[in-house]
DNA sequence: ATAATACCGTTCGAAACCGAAATATTTTTA
DNA sequence: TAAAAATATTTCGGTTTCGAACGGTATTAT
């Protein structure tokens, strides 16, 4: 299941989604790996928490290759990581290839929903279409996607 | 990640995406190990494509478990399996779980949209509201939701 | 004042999955 | 006609992630 969730970047490198969101998330602020771990928690009410057996060794690895240093040491052995220029480098570029990861959980779901929303292939697609549609124009014109969406939203609840 | 692509019964087992898409696969029509890996790299063009040391062992278990049968054997050692009325039962049961994998999807989602900066909360939530809207409805009036579906998608690419 | 909980990090065996190598046969391509 | 590719399965060492156990301190609840 690796592609789903990773980033592949032109020079072949691969970035995992956990890797690119403690860059991203310490980008915007310095923080701990219980941080990072309760953060992802909460964001995901649960669905997501990454093991301490995962974060600690991948903050240690970040640290390793350059990406982050840590700040600052408290109380209880707190070690805060800030991002490093190298990090920030590499995390702008993983976010270029971001819309291939919408792109691939995009058609990954789309096979889950064969098992366990739609019988009907045609409407599966139909919802892919939407979604993919939605996530490219979205950029162009915000207002439309929206516009568009909202009406058929209404046109459903009609039935 | 494990909460994310995996189903929790009432009775707390658990049973992961490929474990679920085997028994949905095959209850539509028998099918051997290669089929199923073939099958699942063309519906999700290449994003997953489970290794031959997970989809056969996962086989061999399911065959133990008594969820599937080989219904014959061809040539080259193929085997091609089949669902049993115990895997039916499994299958089903997984299947009304389903929603609480959406649901996970879309927690899960929210938190890989904020990193490829796709931050439009409202229109994740419009595409919500058209999936909730499209199951419920499309079992009363499934060609009716086909032709709202299909309206939005050529709304979206005439932006 | 004490116990429980929350906040911190480290580490390693187990489980799940991958991918390569091996084996084999049939079909397709050059 | 021979070579390459596709169809098939098995297996096992390696990798990744988990989760439990461990160690520790500060805060909150009883």
Redesign the interface.
């Given at each position: 299941?690796s592609?789903?969730?990773n980033i592949e970047t032109k020079n072949g490198k691969q970035y995992g989604?956990l890797f690119?969101?403690i860059l991203?998330s310490i980008n915007k602020l310095p923080k701990t790996g219980y941080d990072l771990i309760t953060e992802?928690k909460e964001?995901?009410?649960?669905?997501?928490?990454?093991s301490k057996g995962t974060i600690y060794p991948l903050l240690k690895h970040l640290q390793e290759e350059n990406f982050i240093i840590i700040k600052q040491i408290g109380e209880r052995s707190k070690q805060i990581f800030m991002i490093t220029d190298e990090g920030k480098k590499t995390l702008s570029n993983a976010?270029k290839y971001?819309?291939q990861?919408?792109e691939?959980?995009l058609?990954?779901?789309?096979?889950?929903s064969?098992?366990?929303?739609?019988k009907?292939e045609?409407?599966i697609e139909?919802?892919y279409?939407?979604?993919m549609?939605?996530?490219s124009?979205?950029k162009?014109?915000?207002d439309?996607?929206?516009y568009?969406?909202?009406?058929?939203?209404n046109?459903?609840?009609k039935?």
């Open positions: 299941m592609n789903i969730f989604i690119i969101y991203h992802i964001k995901t009410e649960g669905t997501w928490v990454p976010k971001g819309c990861m919408e691939n959980f058609k990954f779901r789309r096979l889950v064969e098992i366990v929303e739609f009907n045609e409407i139909l919802m279409n939407i979604r549609l939605s996530v124009k979205s162009i014109k915000d439309e996607v929206r568009i969406l909202d009406n058929c939203v046109d459903l609840k039935i």
